[in-house]
């Protein structure tokens, strides 16, 4: 299969859980694929296997929260590739259980930089980076469920994918003239690291979540790597400032 063939795509958390099935799945329709993350073993390990697939890759690390480390890792990727086709947002990370009236500042500080302030910071640079190549570009933000529905105990969470979610609609806007298409993704629960690490501290979560979805499971990574796919792809060519859901059935109710 090709139907990303040829195409740059940077991926930004790709260490684990759904950034490295992004990378597998894109490189396996033929792109090729550029990742960075903070966690520089699992990246090495991501890259590896892209790498083993024979697809062209390269890796950096990158703090997603770092103004100046998004145009050094965009800029690497271009001097590497030549270009950026298509920029999947999907660094991010889980708040804590706790409710709004417990929740630090320090805490909410700390997921909102990362899930709301990366998004921006990365879709500012590529997106300056694909105004500036003159070709267009696919821009895809990592949202949640819980940027379209609230969840109890989450509110960082919450208000850092809600953020996102606008932010998409906002950006698409901005750079519709310059072609570039700007898309959010919107998983329910999937088996990732970071569920593994929620559920490990708080074990009855696990199934009073999957009680609100019509589809009792959590989705595997690869699931949501369909999505992305479909969005990278020249066959969502008149899509932007859309959502895509990937809930098992979660806003059904």
């Not at 062209?56 to 271009?78: I, L, N, Q, S």
């Amino acid at each position: 299969m090709a139907r990303v063939k040829d195409k740059v795509v940077f991926i930004s958390g790709g260490a684990s859980g759904m950034g490295r099935a992004h990378a597998l799945r894109l490189a396996g329709e033929g792109a090729r694929i550029a990742i960075s993350d903070r966690n520089e073993q699992g990246l090495a390990q991501t890259l590896a296997a892209v790498q083993a697939t024979g697809a062209e890759a390269a890796a950096w690390p990158h703090d997603v929260t770092d103004e100046a480390a998004w145009d050094r890792v965009v800029g690497d990727a271009c001097a590497r590739f030549g270009r950026i086709d298509v920029l999947v947002n999907n660094a991010g990370v889980a708040s804590s259980t706790a409710s709004v009236l417990d929740i630090s500042a320090d805490e909410w500080d700390r997921v909102m930089a990362i899930n709301a302030r990366g998004v921006f910071l990365g879709l500012r640079a590529v997106g300056r980076t694909m105004r500036d190549q003159g070709h267009g570009g696919s821009i895809i933000n990592i949202s949640s469920v819980f940027g379209i529905v609230g969840g109890a105990m989450a509110s960082p969470y919450c208000a850092s994918k809600g953020a996102v979610r606008l932010l998409t609609k906002a950006a698409a806007a901005d750079l519709a003239d310059f072609n570039i298409r700007v898309n959010s993704v919107h998983p329910g629960l999937i088996d990732t690291p970071m569920l593994d690490g929620l559920l490990a501290k708080e074990g009855e979560v696990r199934q009073r979540m999957l009680g609100v979805q019509l589809q009792r499971r959590a989705a595997d990574p690869d699931e949501v790597s369909s999505a992305v796919l479909f969005l990278a792809s020249d066959e969502s060519s008149f899509m932007t400032g859309s959502e895509l859901v990937v809930d098992g059935g979660w806003t059904a109710r």
